[in-house]
């Protein structure tokens, strides 16, 4: 009943260091998103995949990279951390864009 | 595009007293419409969720929440507040066309008084 599992929970990088953040879900959808959530700003999209072998930009791609490994896995990376991509992200899926998102309980990342 | 805002950033309100957050969106057709519900260190949690039919649509945890076409509104409600409701409401919407993701507004935090 795990339904979607990031990794890490808790992260401490400094800045220009890369990082990939792990998710996966275990509901068989085809529809992957990445967001990040900071205080005041609600959660924003950094990339999602509609379905496996697609990904696309959100409202907030810069910096961000994305990898579709197959159905259950989607991955974020970034290339080389800044103290502005300090944030909480979340990974969620849905069975098709516009039905409603799991999500995860988040990766906390700190770029000092 | 679609937006959604959500006017009140903070909320309080006594326990066991009414709640109702309030919700518009921008759109000129009807969307899909949903209340997330996110506690402390957790991720969003799905409370309910619109897509036709019946414009009250009962959730989770004594939630429910009503569809206003003309007032382009989707507010969430509950009759008596628990002190365990604190937490913070995110309402959503879709497009329903198949093509679209959720767009979320900033949130309302509810903080629940003795």
């Known amino acids: 009943n795990a339904g979607v599992t990031q990794t890490p929970k808790f992260q401490v990088l400094k800045t220009g260091q890369s990082m990939t953040l792990q998710c996966a879900q275990d509901m068989n959808h085809n529809s992957m998103y990445w967001y990040r959530q900071d205080p005041g700003m609600g959660l924003r999209l950094i990339y999602y995949?509609?379905?496996?072998?697609?990904?696309d930009k959100g409202e907030v791609p810069n910096g961000y990279n994305v990898s579709r490994l197959n159905k259950r896995e989607f991955s974020l990376r970034l290339e080389s951390a800044a103290p502005s991509q300090t944030s909480v992200y979340f990974c969620?899926?849905?069975?098709?864009?516009?039905?409603?998102?799991?999500f995860g309980d988040g990766t906390r990342l700190s770029i000092l | 595009a679609q937006s959604v805002t959500q006017p009140d950033i903070h909320i309080t309100v006594s326990e066991g007293a009414s709640l109702e957050l309030r919700c518009n969106y921008s759109?000129?057709?009807?969307?899909?419409l949903f209340w997330y519900v996110q506690s402390p260190g957790q991720g969003l949690q799905l409370l309910l969720k619109y897509f036709s039919g019946d414009t009250l649509v009962q959730g989770i945890k004594g939630f429910e929440a009503e569809f206003k076409r003309s007032q382009s509104s989707f507010n969430l409600r509950k009759p008596s507040v628990h002190w365990s409701d604190a937490a913070e409401y995110f309402c959503a919407v879709a497009l329903n066309s198949g093509y679209s993701t959720l767009t979320f507004g900033k949130g309302t935090m509810l903080l629940v008084s003795p």
């Open positions: 969620a899926s849905s069975e098709r864009r516009d039905q409603p998102q799991h």
């Open positions: 995949s509609a379905s496996e072998g697609t990904t």
């Open positions: 759109y000129g057709a009807t969307p899909y």
